[in-house]
């Protein structure tokens, strides 16, 4: 089963085999209803008789479908009827530049209703502990680092006790995640889904037929939603072929192949994908360290993650490593205040890689679990700035030869294909091991991520869904892609 089957299958009780099933019935039936009012216009016709005997089909409406023949459905689309829910080609009357209305919830499984998670958070009083009055103690700028060797080497084997609340690789981080987090997603991604369905939507409307003109507009609409060049390019070739085969020519049907495919394709190309975070295996802190250019939300995710593994019941540690931009060590600190972890500082301008290194001994001698580092907005084509980043990673990693166990590159979701440029040229300095994106309830076209992972093969593990504490999750591919085309994928077989 695809990755679109099982999607529509887990969130709607039925995949698409089940779809077109009650879709041949409903045709039989329908066929079968027919031919017993002929039957019966002519028996009355016969009888001559004045007495109304009307047929009743056996189950006049057991089997619903949206449109019963094509010229019903021809109908649909250029009138559109009073229930939008699952046909979002329904309203190509929309002007281009309206915002689509959010169609009605489609009927959720039991799972999905259930879930109510708060959206406000109320930010933590700061934990009274030794930990927070440490915040910004480190006045000790080390001019190089590089060569700057620890006066004292720590045997962390030796020397560590067993540390009960160490991070275990396992599921443990996501013990404080909402059990359910598929409202989130799905109020989160509004805009992206929104935006995205009117573009979808303003596409089929020009639909006429499958031909030249057909496919330009599609790679054009798909390349604007952000999926990338080649993903478009590969769709679109695909997808000559699926057409032809499965001989779309209705709108419904043409809309179905496309979403599937786009589905499907996210799918395969995501088999050996692990999205999860990798953490220290044995009692050593778990250092992540965070990449990525300015303003992308670096600061804010940071601050998210203490967040969650504070809630934990873990030790963390933050490292003020952007001492570039002013500002940014006091809005770190401030994170560090409402979450009431402590913040590893200096002053601003010292050598990043001091900072980080007065961190990861910090974290090492008083057993902190997890050390999250903020480093400065680099811009992807300064190539000193690169050059710092590789620094603070290789000091990282002689104090903790496994650490840092993830370097996430933070990308803003709603830049598109910046994101993508972004994304290769840090990862060819610093091998990011997975990507943060953030801002997907904002304009984006929520199509990057698509890009991100057909082209690109790196692995999102978290994303921002608002700015409050609680607005990230790790990222969950078959909700997001629900989250994303929900009324599409819903729709898609319906029509
Ligand atoms: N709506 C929304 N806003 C976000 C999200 N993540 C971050 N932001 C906002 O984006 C802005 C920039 O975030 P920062 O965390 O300061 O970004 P940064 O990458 O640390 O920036 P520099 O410190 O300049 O490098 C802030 O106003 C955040 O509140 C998100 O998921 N959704």
Excluded: C
Excluded at 405 to 414: A, F, I, K
């Amino acid at each position: 089963m695809g990755l679109f089957d099982r999607i529509k299958k887990a969130f709607t009780g039925k995949d698409s085999s089940e779809d077109k099933d009650l879709e041949k019935k409903s045709t039989v039936e329908s066929e079968k209803e027919s031919d017993q009012k002929v039957e019966s216009t002519e028996q009355t016709d016969v009888e001559q008789n004045t007495e109304e005997t009307p047929v009743e089909p056996e189950e006049p409406a057991a089997v619903e479908t949206p449109e019963e023949s094509e010229s019903t459905e021809e109908k649909a689309v250029t009138e559109p009827t009073p229930e939008p829910e699952t046909k979002p080609i329904e309203k190509p009357e929309e002007p281009a530049t309206s915002e689509p209305e959010e169609p009605e919830e489609p009927e959720q499984p039991e799972k999905l209703a259930e879930v109510e998670t708060p959206k406000t958070v109320v930010p933590e009083e700061p934990k009274e502990s030794e930990d927070s009055e440490e915040t910004v103690e480190s006045e000790t700028p080390k001019e190089d680092t590089e060569s700057a060797e620890p006066e004292q080497p720590v045997d962390v084997s030796d020397t560590e006790e067993p540390n009960e609340d160490a991070v275990e690789p396992t599921d443990t981080e996501t013990e404080a995640e909402p059990k359910d987090d598929i409202k989130e997603y799905d109020e989160g991604l509004k805009k992206s889904r929104n935006s995205f369905s009117a573009r979808f939507n303003r596409f089929l409307a020009n639909f006429r037929s499958v031909d030249e003109d057909f496919f330009d507009d599609l790679e054009e609409l798909l390349i604007e939603s952000d999926v990338g060049y080649e993903t478009a390019m590969r769709i679109s070739d695909e997808l000559r072929e699926e057409v032809k085969l499965e001989n779309a020519k209705k709108r419904s049907d043409v809309s179905n192949v496309i979403v599937q495919k786009l589905v499907d394709m996210y799918g395969e190309e995501g088999k050996e994908e692990d999205n999860s975070l990798k953490f220290s295996a044995d009692k050593t802190p778990t250092v992540f360290l965070f990449v990525g250019v300015n303003g992308a939300g670096k600061t804010t995710t940071v601050g998210k993650l203490a967040h969650r593994y504070q809630q934990q019941g873990k030790k963390v540690l933050l490292a003020a490593a952007d001492t570039f931009r002013a500002g940014a060590i006091e809005q770190l600190q401030e994170w560090g205040k409402r979450d009431g972890v402590p913040v590893q500082a200096s002053k601003a301008h010292t050598d990043p890689a001091s900072v980080v290194y007065d961190a990861v001994q910090r974290a090492i001698s008083e057993d902190f679990d997890i050390l999250l580092v903020d480093t400065a907005g680099r811009l992807q084509n300064k190539e000193g700035l690169m050059r710092e980043l590789e620094k603070i990673k290789r000091v990282i990693t002689r104090e903790l030869p496994d650490a840092p166990q993830e370097v996430l590159l933070v990308l803003d979701g709603s830049t598109g294909q910046n994101a993508l440029s972004q994304a290769k040229q840090f990862n060819e300095t610093t091998q990011v091991s997975g990507i943060v994106l953030t801002k997907l309830d904002g304009s984006s076209q929520g199509g990057i991520v698509l890009a991100i992972r057909n082209e690109l093969h790196i692995p999102v593990k978290l994303v921002g869904l608002g700015e409050q504490m609680d607005d990230l999750r790790d990222f969950d591919p078959e909700k997001f892609i629900y989250g994303l085309f929900k009324e599409l994928i819903v729709g898609a077989s319906n029509k």
